[in-house]
């Protein structure tokens, strides 16, 4: 199934996946950490918000230093914050370390991974591959890293400990860097006169508005299942391993829904496909608390990831046909800036919802939340390039 993708594309996914592992590893090695050391949903909304303020606050100028200096050194400097960060984890796993750690691996989503989606989407523009098809397959980096990232961390956790989880995630960084060492000499594009400032004025195109809409409720919701799977299955008295293979199959049905859409690109709307996930996401939400025992959670987990893994590659493409080659950096970083802005506050948000009204509130909201924006789905595809 990778015929026709070239080595450089092939190394790209790796090192997305090796960055979102450092992200991945270090928010369920702090979660299951904060919650063993008896502390309260509130403190693991707190640690998941601080893994979305470095991007929020690193976004748009992200965006703006992947279109002026490319690949290599926002690659570089994402790494390096990662490394600092969960550094101090493994040195003193503590609150404040952890939160650090957050910091850390939330700024090498920021710098690197816009960086990295810069470089697919020029890819996609030159290629003959239907763009939905090449940002599935990029997208299977962060999907298989999710997969697997949860279940490797959880098993570490119960038979070797924290610390060795912490070690995993450090050495991902500086994988990343190993895997991209060839661009290392590439020139840069040489835009010296690009803002490094989010381009607001993109928000006057109408069909990215609709798309970063959606992009947000569809990534907060996922936000929300991360926070409730750990608290949820806690509070039912599973272990690491099992929390660790529920958030597991949450993610095999990201990897999976992604693989279909490599085989399936251009047989379907996109509005279609975003109205299909967005119903999915409502049912499941709203109900996944009743959900009986592990067997049932990871159904739940698996059709919710079904829906969210699919509106990525979609929404991608989208976005970058509808902004110029030279802008595709600002609108993604646009597009992390108003994902990650929202999911800042909204795990404290969860973290206090679940303290009053209990652990599947944060499910509940988001549910809502999808109903209120399914009108946004009506408006017309934007127009194929």
Sequence with gaps: MTAGLSPEFLRLIGAMMAIHAVMAVARITGTIWLLQQGHSAFLVGVQLALISLTPALLAGPAGAWADRYGLWRPL?????????????????????????????????????????QREIALIARSSTTHSQALYSWAAMGPALSNTLSPVVAGFVIDHAGFRPAFLLALLMAPLAVWLLRAQRHTPHPGQHTASLMPAFDLLRNRPLRAMLVLNVVFAVSWDAHSFVVPVLAHGRGYSASTIGLLLGSFALAVLGVRLLIVRFAGRYTEQGALRAALALCIVVLGGYHWLPGVAGMAVGSFLLGLALGSVQPTLLSGMTRVTPSERHGQALGLRMLATNATSVLMPVGFGSAAAVLGPAAPLWLMALCALAVWPVTGQRDPPHS
């Design 76 to 116: 570089v400097g994402g790494a390096l914050l990662a490394v600092i960060g969960v550094g101090s984890a493994l040195a003193w796993p503590s609150v404040p370390t952890l939160f650090a750690a957050s910091l850390g691996s939330g700024a090498a989503i920021a710098l690197a991974a816009v960086a990295v």
